[in-house]
């Protein structure tokens, strides 16, 4: 199949990030684009660039290189758009990639456009700030915090209206949602609409995995079943294209996009864009 001619690669340099979701442990990588329990080495933007570089010599399909945390890359800025701006200038050829929690993306539309960023995926777990207010403990933006409902209503603001800018402007949008049974299984599909409605061409429901240490592996919640999963998905599907086979994978994965075995990987199993 074509897409075993192509690999991606992932590179942290964003340790940083502007919210806190009660499934994540900020000490791992983000959930959101990572399995739990991992640490990537943090990069600075002239490190990603020669590990891109030496990457590309021994993996010539590689062809999108994205940046994924392990905090959120856009509360990372400098760090972000310096390596896009290494990786643009001196690899032109490769496609770039962003993976964001949203809530900063209104402030990055016109970087991300500049830069020639083709995909990115945002996390949006709820479009009901009520629904948010459970997922999310805080949201830290411009200088000062906000909790409870007040920070779920900024973060849902914000991740549609960037999801619109950038849509708007070419890019293509895809959306993460973390299914967090008993919070958001029955409103996922209100997600799938509205996202579809800003412009987002594709919805990846990825059932909850507990970061240790999390909020919500101490109150003890519980996975999904995969049957829930598959019912979730299946009612978005009707919708808008859904993503079954992600594999969720780490901040600094290196691999052959649609490699289900995880031969000749780096670091973890290939994710689709
Ligand atoms: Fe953790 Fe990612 Fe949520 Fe930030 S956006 S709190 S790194 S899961």
Same mark, same amino acid.
């Given at each position: 199949m074509?897409?075993?001619?192509?690999?991606?690669?992932?590179?942290?340099?964003?340790?940083?990030? !502007?919210?806190?979701?009660?499934?994540?442990?900020? =000490?791992?990588?983000?959930?959101?684009? %990572?399995? $739990?329990?991992?640490? %990537? =080495?943090?990069?600075?933007?002239? /490190?990603?660039?020669?590990?891109?570089?030496?990457?590309?010599a021994s993996l010539?399909?590689?062809?999108?290189?994205?940046?994924?945390?392990?905090g959120d890359p856009l509360a990372n800025p400098?760090?972000?758009? /310096?390596?896009?701006?290494?990786?643009?200038?001196?690899? $032109?050829?490769?496609?770039?990639? #962003?993976?964001? !929690?949203?809530?900063?993306? $209104?402030d990055y539309s016109e970087a991300i456009v500049r830069h020639r960023i083709a995909?990115?995926?945002?996390?949006?777990?709820?479009?009901?700030?009520?629904?948010?207010?459970?997922?999310?403990?805080?949201?830290?933006?411009?200088g000062k915090a906000y909790r409870?409902?007040?920070?779920?209503?900024? #973060?849902?603001?914000?991740?549609?209206?960037?999801?619109?800018?950038?849509? /708007?402007?070419?890019v293509k949008v895809k959306v993460n949602s973390v299914l967090i049974p008993g919070v958001n299984d029955s409103h996922l599909i209100k997600v799938t609409e509205a996202v579809k409605a800003a412009g987002a061409f594709s919805h990846n429901i990825m059932p909850l995995i507990l970061? $240790?240490? %999390?909020?919500?592996? =101490?109150?003890?919640?519980? /996975?999904?079943?995969?049957s829930l999963t598959l019912q979730v998905q299946a009612r978005s599907e009707a919708v808008i294209p859904v993503m079954r086979h992600c594999r969720q994978c780490r901040s600094d994965a290196v691999g052959l996009i649609g490699d289900d075995l995880g031969v000749k990987t780096e670091n973890a199993p290939a994710r689709e864009y």
């Open positions: 074509a897409h075993h001619y192509f690999a991606r690669m992932h590179v942290a340099v964003a340790p940083k990030c !502007n919210i806190n979701c009660n499934y994540c442990n900020i =000490k791992y990588d983000c959930v959101s684009e %990572s399995r $739990p329990g991992v640490v %990537s =080495k943090v990069l600075t933007p002239q /490190e990603a660039y020669a590990k891109v570089r030496s990457t590309l010539p399909q590689l062809t999108v290189v994205g940046i994924a945390g392990p400098q760090e972000t758009f /310096e390596t896009f701006g290494l990786l643009s200038e001196g690899l $032109p050829e490769l496609q770039l990639c #962003l993976s964001t !929690n949203g809530l900063q993306l $209104p995909h990115v995926t945002v996390t949006v777990n709820a479009v009901d700030p009520q629904i948010g207010a459970e997922i999310y403990r805080a949201v830290f933006f411009r409870g409902r007040d920070a779920a209503e900024l #973060l849902l603001h914000n991740q549609l209206e960037g999801i619109r800018q950038i849509a /708007e402007r070419g970061s $240790p240490g %999390s909020v919500y592996e =101490k109150e003890g919640r519980k /996975e999904p079943a995969p």
